[in-house]
C-alpha cells in the first residue's frame, strides 16, 4: 500500500522559510511523479510544483524562484524547500504521487496517491 506522510508545516512570518518533507513508502519512489499542492480555505487545489520521473522541475508561476521541488532517493522523501514566504502561501500543502510516464507528469495529471497535508501559515 502506498503512503505518503507530510511534515514541516508551521506559522512563519512574511519574509521567512519552511522545508516541507513527504516520506514515500510501499512504491519505488524515483520512478513516480511527484508533486506538491495546496489548497487554501475557499479556494480550489493548486498545483504547487512537480519533480518528474527523469528529475524535470515545474513550477506555479505564483512561486517560481521561492520555492525549489527536490527528492532524496535513499531516504524515499520528496522536499519543498520555501523561501521569501508570502500570506497568500498560507494553505494546507499535500504531497501527491504518480505512476506514470515523465511526459505526462505535470500538475493537472491525475495523481493518484495523496498525503494527510500539512498546514503553512504565512503572518504578514
Known amino acids: 500500500e502506498v503512503q505518503l506522510v507530510e511534515s514541516g508545516g508551521s506559522s512563519v512570518q512574511a519574509g521567512g522559510s519552511l522545508r516541507l518533507s513527504c516520506i514515500a513508502s510501499?512504491?519505488?519512489?524515483?520512478?513516480?511523479?511527484m508533486g506538491w499542492f495546496r489548497q487554501a480555505p475557499g479556494k480550489e487545489r493548486e498545483g504547487v510544483a512537480v519533480l518528474d520521473g527523469v528529475g524535470r522541475t515545474t513550477y506555479a508561476d505564483s512561486v517560481k524562484g521561492r520555492f525549489t521541488i527536490s527528492q532524496d532517493n535513499a531516504k524515499n522523501t520528496l522536499y519543498l524547500q520555501m523561501s521569501s514566504l508570502k500570506s497568500e502561501d498560507t494553505a494546507t500543502y499535500y504531497c501527491?504521487?504518480?505512476?506514470?510516464?515523465?511526459?505526462?507528469?505535470?500538475?493537472?495529471?491525475?495523481?493518484?496517491?495523496w498525503g494527510q497535508g500539512t498546514q503553512v501559515t504565512v503572518s504578514a
Open positions: 501527491a504521487a504518480a505512476d506514470t510516464f515523465h511526459w505526462t507528469c505535470r500538475a493537472s495529471y491525475p495523481f493518484t496517491y
Open positions: 510501499g512504491y519505488t519512489y524515483s520512478n513516480y511523479c
